[in-house]
């Protein structure tokens, strides 16, 4: 029987949930309507091109994402300690460095671009539209540091659905642009990248706007001009947050970078073919992150509070209701995934060869969401270095599996893919109770009993 505080807890799961499902959900239209505006051309060699680019594009910045994840949880547990200068500080701190790090960036486009699509193993025709694809992205990399803490900031504070409207509007306008400048005036991979830089500008604008409307963003001004604010303690604790999930992050994302240089070697079709999959992926990981979002927020106001009992109730209820929600996207795509897979490309080859591959793509939600659920949970605890270690033994699994499921072909890049979406659920379970002993003490005896 459920209990009246547990329907609360459950509204409160949903309560952030649902609107962070559906901003994902707009949030990857960006991904998909590039790919399947450039795939109505007709040509492997641009819709690889747009996924190489993309690729690397998502290596350069979701390694940062730590300034969105970060900011989400500083931000949460200083509204569990009912503490409004702590949350300003949150943000002006992260948007200090947000700005450095773009600066880095600019300075480094030169070297960067050259470098990381031949890491990526950007060849021929491939090369040339993937290039031109990064060079118009690249200027709107600090415009996409600067939202992530934005968007992190306002999630902290349950302004979810403000971050929906949005994320949606911006969407619609970047969908708009796509077809405008692809299938209108012809402009090919440029028209694409164009209308994406286009868009995110738009998107950091009005995250902006709803950001100073909140009552903390008056402290926030008036602490960027004291010095105490950029205090080296204070800078300190910061960036040992953000340099756990800097290092998690740039191992996961070397993951799936390692995956897309894998599928190269077997050709456009076959790349092109991936990167098809890998928006399905991301899709159903971007809808079931937000049980991710809900966790970062509530179990970062739970440790903020020092409430061990509904930290618990949290865990348990999180899970449970991203495994569901797991089950049924993987139901849905076994589903209906043929045919909106095949629609990607009217490359006749590719939508036959995208059906061959297409079952991994069915069983990654349900393989997956568990490691997302327990992410949300670490990060909002602050358990960052925790959750750089079980990263570290996820990567080795799959370094493993991708050598000895070599013979396999691309069939065994996505097992050993999967293996290592596995990796990380059993390592982050395994270390849950000692964690939550170290930070809330051993449980009373009747909490026990």
Same mark, same amino acid.
């Given at each position: 029987?459920?209990?009246?505080?547990?329907?609360?807890?459950?509204?409160?799961?949903?309560?952030?949930?649902?609107?962070?499902?559906?901003?994902?959900?707009?949030?990857?239209?960006?991904?998909?309507?590039?790919?399947?505006?450039?795939?109505?051309?007709?040509?492997?060699?641009?819709?690889?091109?747009?996924?190489?680019?993309?690729?690397?594009?998502?290596?350069?910045?979701?390694?940062?994402?730590?300034?969105?994840?970060?900011?989400?949880?500083?931000?949460?547990?200083?509204?569990?300690?009912?503490?409004?200068?702590?949350?300003?500080?949150?943000?002006?701190?992260?948007?200090?460095?947000?700005?450095?790090?773009?600066?880095?960036?600019?300075?480094?486009?030169?070297?960067?671009?050259?470098?990381?699509?031949?890491?990526?193993?950007?060849?021929?025709?491939?090369?040339?539209?993937?290039?031109?694809?990064?060079?118009?992205?690249?200027?709107?990399?600090?415009?996409?540091?600067?939202?992530?803490?934005?968007?992190?900031?306002?999630?902290?504070?349950?302004?979810?659905?403000?971050?929906?409207?949005?994320?949606?509007?911006?969407?619609?306008?970047?969908?708009?642009?796509?077809?405008?400048?692809?299938?209108?005036?012809?402009?090919?991979?440029?028209?694409?990248?164009?209308?994406?830089?286009?868009?995110?500008?738009?998107?950091?604008?009005?995250?902006?706007?709803?950001?100073?409307?909140?009552?903390?963003?008056?402290?926030?001004?008036?602490?960027?001009?004291?010095?105490?604010?950029?205090?080296?303690?204070?800078?300190?604790?910061?960036?040992?947050?953000?340099?756990?999930?800097?290092?998690?992050?740039?191992? =996961?994302?070397? @993951?799936? %970078? #390692?995956?897309?240089?894998? /599928?190269?070697?077997?050709?456009? !079709? $076959?790349? *092109?073919?991936? &990167?098809?999959?890998?928006?399905?992926?991301?899709?159903?990981?971007?809808?079931?992150?937000?049980?991710?979002?809900?966790?970062?927020?509530?179990?970062?106001?739970?440790?903020?509070?020092?409430?061990?009992?509904?930290?618990?109730? =949290?865990?348990? @209820?999180? %899970? #449970?209701?991203?495994?569901? /929600?797991?089950?049924?996207?993987? !139901? $849905?795509? *076994?589903?209906? &995934?043929?045919?909106?897979?095949?629609?990607?490309?009217?490359?006749?080859?590719?939508?036959?060869?995208?059906?061959?591959?297409?079952?991994?793509?069915?069983?990654?939600?349900?393989?997956?969401?568990?490691?997302?659920?327990?992410?949300?949970?670490?990060?909002?605890?602050?358990?960052?270095?925790?959750?750089?270690?079980?990263?570290?033994?996820?990567?080795?699994?799959? &370094?493993?599996?991708?050598?000895?499921?070599?013979?396999?072909?691309?069939?065994?890049?996505?097992?050993?893919?999967?293996?290592?979406?596995?990796?990380?659920?059993?390592?982050?379970?395994?270390?849950?109770?000692?964690?939550?002993?170290?930070?809330?003490?051993?449980?009373?005896?009747?909490?026990?009993?």
């Amino acid at each position: 029987m459920i209990s009246h505080s547990d329907n609360g807890l459950h509204r409160a799961i949903w309560a952030i949930a649902l609107p962070s499902m559906l901003t994902n959900v707009a949030t990857a239209l960006f991904g998909l309507a590039d790919l399947w505006v450039i795939g109505q051309l007709g040509q492997a060699e641009a819709q690889a091109g747009v996924e190489l680019g993309a690729k690397f594009m998502m290596g350069l910045l979701v390694v940062f994402n730590f300034l969105r994840s970060g900011t989400v949880a500083l931000t949460a547990q200083a509204s569990g300690r009912n503490d409004p200068a702590g949350q300003a500080a949150a943000l002006v701190r992260a948007l200090g460095l947000a700005l450095l790090i773009g600066l880095i960036l600019l300075l480094l486009m030169p070297v960067a671009i050259p470098f990381g699509l031949d890491l990526l193993y950007a060849r021929g025709g491939v090369a040339t539209e993937a290039a031109t694809y990064v060079g118009i992205r690249y200027w709107g990399g600090a415009l996409w540091l600067v939202n992530a803490v934005i968007v992190g900031w306002l999630i902290g504070r349950r302004r979810v659905r403000a971050v929906l409207v949005i994320e949606v509007a911006a969407n619609l306008i970047h969908i708009a642009l796509d077809i405008l400048f692809v299938l209108v005036l012809d402009w090919g991979v440029a028209g694409v990248a164009t209308a994406t830089l286009i868009s995110e500008a738009g998107k950091l604008a009005a995250a902006a706007i709803v950001a100073a409307r909140e009552e903390p963003a008056a402290l926030a001004l008036r602490l960027a001009r004291l010095r105490a604010t950029w205090d080296r303690t204070a800078m300190t604790a910061l960036l040992r947050l953000n340099r756990d999930l800097f290092l998690r992050t740039l191992l =996961l994302t070397g @993951a799936i %970078l #390692l995956m897309t240089r894998v /599928g190269a070697h077997h050709g456009p !079709v $076959v790349l *092109a073919v991936n &990167g098809i999959l890998y928006q399905l992926f991301i899709l159903s990981a971007l809808i079931l992150d937000g049980f991710e979002s809900a966790a970062q927020v509530l179990c970062g106001e739970a440790v903020g509070a020092r409430d061990r009992t509904r930290f618990e109730r =949290l865990v348990r @209820a999180l %899970l #449970l209701w991203g495994i569901a /929600g797991g089950l049924l996207i993987t !139901v $849905v795509y *076994a589903a209906a &995934g043929g045919p909106f897979a095949a629609s990607f490309s009217t490359d006749p080859a590719v939508a036959g060869t995208v059906l061959t591959y297409l079952p991994w793509a069915v069983l990654l939600p349900v393989l997956g969401v568990t490691s997302y659920v327990f992410d949300g949970i670490y990060i909002g605890a602050g358990w960052t270095r925790s959750l750089l270690t079980t990263m570290v033994i996820a990567i080795g699994v799959y &370094g493993v599996l991708l050598l000895a499921a070599e013979p396999l072909g691309n069939h065994g890049l996505w097992l050993a893919f999967s293996f290592f979406l596995l990796a990380r659920a059993v390592s982050q379970a395994l270390l849950l109770a000692r964690l939550e002993r170290r930070t809330f003490g051993e449980p009373a005896l009747a909490a026990t009993a």
